[in-house]
Nanobody
Framework: QVQLVESGGGLVQAGGSLRVSCAVS????????MGWFRQAPGKEREFVAA????????NYRDSVKARFTISRDNARNTVYLQMNSLKPEDTAIYYC???????????????WGQGTQVTVSS
């Protein structure tokens, strides 16, 4: 059974930084495309970033480009999302997800974590 566990969320002031992590167990981490999604109160869940299983190709939503960086450590079965220059509109529950497929496709994620809250105060 594949399990994804996020950690590292919290409260940060606007302009600050935060790194969230996602540890994966029970599967073949090195074969997955890993993604980060977020859901703000009253809004639909949205794609944030993804990283491929092999050469580390990435994909980001436009609003986080140049501020967020996704990375993975295949030896630790962990994916990270480094978030810099945070804005109040980045406030959301952040979820990591895993799938087989392509990094350019933001859909069809098969496995999901429970999420970690990120709150950015103004």
């Amino acid at each position: 059974q594949v399990q994804l566990v996020e950690s590292g969320g919290g409260l940060v002031q606007a302009g600050g930084s935060l790194r969230v992590s996602c540890a994966v167990s029970g599967g073949t981490f090195g074969s997955y495309v890993m993604g980060w999604f977020r859901q703000a109160p009253g809004k639909e869940r949205e794609f944030v970033a993804a990283i491929s299983w092999g050469l580390g190709g990435t994909n980001y939503r436009d609003s986080v480009k140049a501020r967020f960086t996704i990375s993975r450590d295949n030896a630790r079965n962990t994916v990270y999302l480094q978030m810099n220059s945070l804005k109040p509109e980045d406030t959301a529950i952040y979820y990591c997800a895993a799938k087989y497929g392509t990094v350019s496709n933001p859909y069809d994620y098969r496995y999901w974590g429970q999420g970690t809250q990120v709150t950015v105060s103004s």
